[in-house]
């Protein structure tokens, strides 16, 4: 499996941004696809989920600002992100979460999203 990550970029606050994560190769078992971002000096930390079921979880900070969606026909995840702060600026990864009896993670490598005030 490999996740592509693109759609980051420079915006003002308060502008919205889409990201998506293209993804190739087999999609089995039970999974999560989720978004994780790593500002700069901070640990990675999870934004947001959505499970097969599509069931959804968001921090708190992002909580109604920030849509986690997914279309599994084209095997992509998406984050659209309304209402930009600065503080949202960090490099955003897509994961997806594997579990076939083992929990396998697959990770991809980040797109940087800045936002000025």
């Given at each position: 499996v490999q996740l592509?990550?693109?759609g980051g970029g420079s915006v003002q606050a308060g502008e919205s941004l889409k990201l998506a994560c293209a993804g190739f190769g087999s999609f089995y078992g039970i999974s999560l696809m989720r978004w994780y971002r790593q500002a700069p000096g901070k640990e990675r930390e999870l934004v947001a989920a959505i499970a097969g079921d599509d069931s959804t979880h968001y921090v708190d900070s992002v909580k109604g600002r920030f849509t986690i969606s997914r279309d599994n026909a084209k095997n992509t995840l998406y984050l659209q992100?309304?209402?930009?702060?600065?503080?949202?600026?960090a490099v955003y990864y897509c994961n997806y979460y594997r579990w076939d009896g083992s929990a396998t993670n697959f990770w991809g490598q980040g797109t940087l999203v800045t936002v000025s005030s």
């Open positions: 592509q990550a693109f992100m309304n209402s930009l702060k600065p503080e949202d600026t």
